[in-house]
């Protein structure tokens, strides 16, 4: 992969204007997107020390090493420890906005997000129910038997749950589909994290997976969708009621029919 070159500042220069010392990290990722999304820099391009990027800045190497972290959980770049961090080598057409929204999300972009998300679920659902194998079928039982051993771990839970949805994802296999959703949780993933606080919560999200499971193992296309629909209405509701009561006011989300008609 390329490396960056000795000095970054004569290949930046100019490019990256001083900010603020006390910017928040939102602002600095929304500059180093800006840059990186340009086209200048090659896949795979080391990017240059935290401590040189909070220099060309103008700003503390704090608000750099959280920028970064931010756009690593994106997708943008990857940091590999005792090497460095890098520009990925791939980004969806889609990404420039899509991120936007990431850098937003303590605004209303937030219900948009997850409206798009259901509706996305609920497609791959639906999708997968046609074909789903024995091995994706498998893994969703393993996902679901670690939320069922984990209601009480609620970190544990969470993550068990993010890779049930990934792997239903997987088993749509339309692979763009799952690159979209797989962005839309990152952006949601702060949220996500806190939407199961409760037991009884846990207890709900399990019996909800449990019916898209059932749907999918029988390969029934229209329970799936109904079940992935009810899921998402209720696992909407528990997130949105962690958020800000702006966001929180209208519990029930509209999920569009994205379903393919002729199928």
Avoid: C
Wanted: proline fraction near 5%; aromatic fraction near 4%; hydrophobic fraction near 45%.
């Amino acid at each position: 992969m390329p490396a960056y070159p000795t000095n970054p500042a004569d290949e930046l220069g100019g490019r990256l204007s001083a900010i603020p010392a006390n910017t928040p990290a939102g602002a600095v990722a929304s500059q180093l997107l800006a840059y990186f999304t340009s086209g200048d820099l090659a896949p795979g391009t080391r990017l240059p020390p935290e401590r040189q990027l909070a220099q060309m800045l103008g700003t503390g190497r704090s608000a750099v090493r959280e920028a970064l972290a931010a756009l690593e959980i994106l997708g943008v770049v990857h940091i590999r420890p005792g090497s460095g961090t890098y520009l990925r080598a791939s980004a969806s057409e889609l990404l420039p906005q899509t991120l936007s929204w990431g850098l937003m999300l303590g605004e209303q972009k937030v219900e948009d997000l997850v409206q798009i998300r259901a509706a996305l679920e609920v497609l791959a659902a639906e999708t997968a129910a046609h074909r789903a194998g024995p091995d994706n079928l498998i893994a969703l039982q393993e996902h679901l038997t670690q939320m069922r051993e984990h209601q009480n771990d609620y970190a544990a839970f969470v993550e068990a749950d993010m890779l049930f949805h990934q792997e239903m994802a997987t088993a749509s296999g339309n692979h763009t589909l799952s690159g979209v959703l797989q962005s839309v949780r990152a952006l949601l993933r702060i949220w996500v994290d806190r939407s199961i606080s409760e037991e009884a919560e846990a207890r709900d999200a399990i019996a909800e997976h449990e019916q898209v499971l059932q749907a999918l193992t029988a390969h029934d296309p229209a329970a799936a969708r109904s079940a992935m629909t009810s899921h998402m209405h209720t696992a909407n509701k528990r997130l949105l009621d962690k958020d800000e009561p702006s966001v929180a006011a209208d519990n029930h989300i509209h999920i569009p029919d994205l379903s393919a008609k002729d199928d």
